[in-house]
C-alpha cells in the first residue's frame, strides 16, 4: 500500500474552511461526523465525511455530505483507491462526492452532467424563456436577493414551503427534503445568498439558495410554489442569478437533474452554455465484511449493494 486512511471523529473540523462545502455551517447541517485523512507519499488528502451504521449489523460505512465537498489534496497528488489501506477506518464502504473538474483519485465514476452557465461564454436563453421572464415582469413579478446570514425566518419559512412542494412534484427520494433548522444553518454561511421570486400579490412564489463554492457560485437548492409554477417564475429567479454572478466572473453551477435528462435538467440546460461530468468514488474497504451484508443484492445497481432500496 502507498497510503493509509484513517477517521478522525472532529465532525469535520480538520477540514472545514471558507468554501460552502467544507464550510462549518454545511458540514453542521449535513451532520458530518468525521474527517477522512489519507497519508502516504503523495501527501495528505481530507475530506468531511458522515460515518453511519449498517441496519442490522455492527458495522458501519460512510457517505460525504450532498453537493460538491471533494477532498483537500496537494497539487498534483495522484491516488488509487486500491493502493489505500482502508482498515484503520473500520469502514465497510465509502461513497465519496468529488468536486467539479479534476479529482485527485482514480477509477471514478462519471454521474450525471451539472449544467454550467459560464460568464466567460456568451450567455444563453432560449426565445421562449426570455418571453416568459419578460412577460413575468410586466405582470409584476419582482426578485429579491437576501445575503443568507441576513435572511428572516419568514423568508427561509417561504424558500422552504416552495421547495417542498417542488420536491413532491417531482416524486424527489427523502434525502431531498430538509427541515428548518438545515436551512437555517445553511444562510447562516457568509457567501451564500437567498433569491426570492415575489408575485404581484407580494407572496413568494419561488426561491433559490446560490453559494460560494470551490471558484464558483452554486445554485445549491430551489422551488416554486404549486400555485405559481404555470408562470414559471423559476425563469426569472435565474436571470437575476446570472446578472449577480456575471460582476464577479464566477460560473454558476446550475446543477443537473433529479435523474439524468429529466425535465429539471432540460430547463438548466435552457440557460447553460457549457457542461461538466460529476465524479464520485464507490470504494468497498472491507471486501469480505462487503460480500457478506450484500449477499443477494449485488445487482441492484446501487451502491453499497446492501443499502439498495
Same mark, same amino acid.
Given at each position: 500500500?502507498?497510503? &493509509?486512511?484513517?477517521?478522525?471523529?472532529?465532525?469535520?473540523?480538520?477540514?472545514?474552511?471558507?468554501?460552502?462545502?467544507?464550510?462549518?455551517?454545511?458540514?453542521? &447541517?449535513?451532520?458530518?461526523?468525521? =474527517?477522512?485523512?489519507?497519508?502516504?507519499?503523495?501527501?495528505?488528502?481530507?475530506?468531511?465525511?458522515?460515518? $453511519?451504521?449498517?441496519?442490522?449489523?455492527?458495522?458501519?460505512? +460512510? =457517505?460525504?455530505?450532498?453537493?460538491?465537498?471533494?477532498?483537500?489534496?496537494?497539487?498534483?497528488?495522484?491516488?488509487?483507491?486500491?493502493?489505500?489501506?482502508?482498515?484503520?477506518?473500520?469502514?465497510?464502504?465509502?461513497?465519496?462526492?468529488?468536486?467539479?473538474?479534476?479529482?485527485?483519485?482514480?477509477?471514478?465514476?462519471?454521474?450525471?452532467?451539472?449544467?454550467?452557465?459560464?460568464?466567460?461564454?456568451?450567455?444563453?436563453? $432560449?426565445?421562449?424563456?426570455?418571453?416568459?421572464?419578460?412577460?413575468?415582469?410586466?405582470?409584476?413579478?419582482?426578485?429579491?436577493?437576501?445575503?443568507?446570514?441576513?435572511?428572516? &425566518?419568514?423568508?427561509?419559512?417561504?424558500?422552504? +414551503?416552495?421547495?417542498?412542494?417542488?420536491?413532491?412534484?417531482?416524486?424527489?427520494?427523502?434525502?431531498?427534503?430538509?427541515?428548518?433548522?438545515?436551512?437555517?444553518?445553511?444562510?447562516?454561511?457568509?457567501?451564500?445568498?437567498?433569491?426570492?421570486?415575489?408575485?404581484?400579490?407580494?407572496?413568494?412564489?419561488?426561491?433559490?439558495?446560490? =453559494? $460560494?463554492?470551490?471558484?464558483?457560485?452554486?445554485?445549491?437548492?430551489?422551488?416554486?410554489?404549486?400555485?405559481?409554477?404555470?408562470?414559471?417564475?423559476?425563469?426569472?429567479?435565474?436571470?437575476?442569478?446570472?446578472?449577480?454572478?456575471?460582476?464577479?466572473?464566477?460560473?454558476?453551477?446550475?446543477?443537473?437533474?433529479?435523474?439524468?435528462?429529466?425535465?429539471?435538467?432540460?430547463?438548466?440546460?435552457?440557460?447553460?452554455?457549457?457542461?461538466?461530468?460529476?465524479? =464520485?468514488?464507490?470504494?468497498?474497504?472491507?471486501?469480505?465484511?462487503?460480500?457478506?451484508?450484500?449477499?443477494?443484492?449485488?445487482?441492484?445497481?446501487?451502491?453499497? &449493494?446492501? $443499502?439498495?432500496?
Amino acid at each position: 500500500m502507498n497510503a &493509509a486512511a484513517q477517521l478522525h471523529a472532529d465532525a469535520g473540523a480538520a477540514v472545514a474552511e471558507a468554501e460552502f462545502f467544507r464550510s462549518p455551517e454545511f458540514m453542521a &447541517a449535513e451532520g458530518v461526523t468525521h =474527517t477522512l485523512h489519507i497519508s502516504g507519499d503523495a501527501g495528505e488528502m481530507l475530506a468531511p465525511l458522515v460515518v $453511519r451504521g449498517i441496519p442490522g449489523s455492527d458495522a458501519v460505512d +460512510a =457517505t460525504s455530505p450532498y453537493g460538491y465537498p471533494g477532498l483537500v489534496w496537494p497539487p498534483g497528488a495522484r491516488l488509487d483507491p486500491a493502493e489505500i489501506g482502508w482498515s484503520p477506518t473500520g469502514l465497510v464502504s465509502l461513497f465519496l462526492r468529488h468536486r467539479l473538474g479534476e479529482t485527485p483519485l482514480a477509477g471514478t465514476t462519471a454521474r450525471n452532467d451539472v449544467q454550467i452557465a459560464d460568464p466567460a461564454l456568451p450567455r444563453k436563453s $432560449r426565445p421562449s424563456d426570455r418571453q416568459q421572464i419578460r412577460r413575468n415582469s410586466e405582470r409584476g413579478y419582482e426578485v429579491r436577493r437576501v445575503a443568507g446570514p441576513e435572511a428572516s &425566518a419568514d423568508d427561509r419559512r417561504s424558500f422552504e +414551503a416552495a421547495y417542498e412542494q417542488s420536491m413532491r412534484r417531482a416524486g424527489a427520494e427523502g434525502r431531498y427534503f430538509f427541515g428548518e433548522d438545515y436551512f437555517s444553518r445553511v444562510l447562516a454561511f457568509e457567501d451564500s445568498s437567498l433569491f426570492l421570486a415575489i408575485e404581484p400579490g407580494g407572496e413568494v412564489a419561488a426561491g433559490s439558495i446560490v =453559494t $460560494r463554492s470551490d471558484a464558483m457560485l452554486h445554485y445549491y437548492l430551489s422551488g416554486t410554489s404549486d400555485r405559481f409554477r404555470d408562470d414559471s417564475p423559476m425563469k426569472n429567479l435565474v436571470a437575476a442569478i446570472l446578472d449577480f454572478a456575471e460582476p464577479s466572473g464566477l460560473p454558476v453551477n446550475l446543477g443537473g437533474g433529479l435523474k439524468p435528462g429529466d425535465p429539471l435538467e432540460e430547463f438548466k440546460r435552457g440557460f447553460a452554455n457549457r457542461s461538466e461530468p460529476f465524479h =464520485t468514488s464507490e470504494i468497498v474497504c472491507d471486501p469480505e465484511a462487503y460480500e457478506q451484508l450484500a449477499a443477494g443484492r449485488e445487482g441492484a445497481g446501487f451502491f453499497p &449493494a446492501y $443499502r439498495a432500496p
